[in-house]
Nanobody, 116 residues
Framework: QVQLVESGGGLVQAGGSLTLSCAASGSIFSFNAVGWYRQAPGKQRELVARITSGGSKNYADSVKGRFTISRDNAKNTVYLQMNSLKPEDTAVYYC??????????WGQGTQVTVSS
């Protein structure tokens, strides 16, 4: 069973920065992709950023140029560096691991609140 543990959420003022971490119980190379999703109250969960096992990255248009996804293979950890945060970035952020067998695993989520 894959376990994903997120950390790094919190309260920050608009324009500030946060870094989220997602630590996986196994090698991140065993996953087709690892990504960050977010869900704001009353809204659907949406993809924020994703990195594949080959290192390709993609981002939601709303975060391009502000957020950066990266990984530390030795620590089996994926990071989301979030800069220039806006109130509309407020949401619960979830780590997702998508396996080559098309199975998804989710972390418990971490709250990010951006005050104006």
């Amino acid at each position: 069973q894959v376990q994903l543990v997120e950390s790094g959420g919190g309260l920050v003022q608009a324009g500030g920065s946060l870094t989220l971490s997602c630590a996986a119980s196994g090698s991140i190379f065993s996953f087709n992709a690892v990504g960050w999703y977010r869900q704001a109250p009353g809204k659907q969960r949406e993809l924020v950023a994703r990195i594949t096992s080959g290192g390709s990255k993609n981002y939601a248009d709303s975060v391009k140029g502000r957020f950066t996804i990266s990984r530390d293979n030795a620590k089996n950890t994926v990071y989301l560096q979030m800069n220039s945060l806006k109130p509309e970035d407020t949401a619960v952020y979830y780590c997702n691991a998508h396996t080559f067998k098309l199975v998804d695993f989710w972390g418990q989520g971490t709250q990010v609140t951006v005050s104006s």
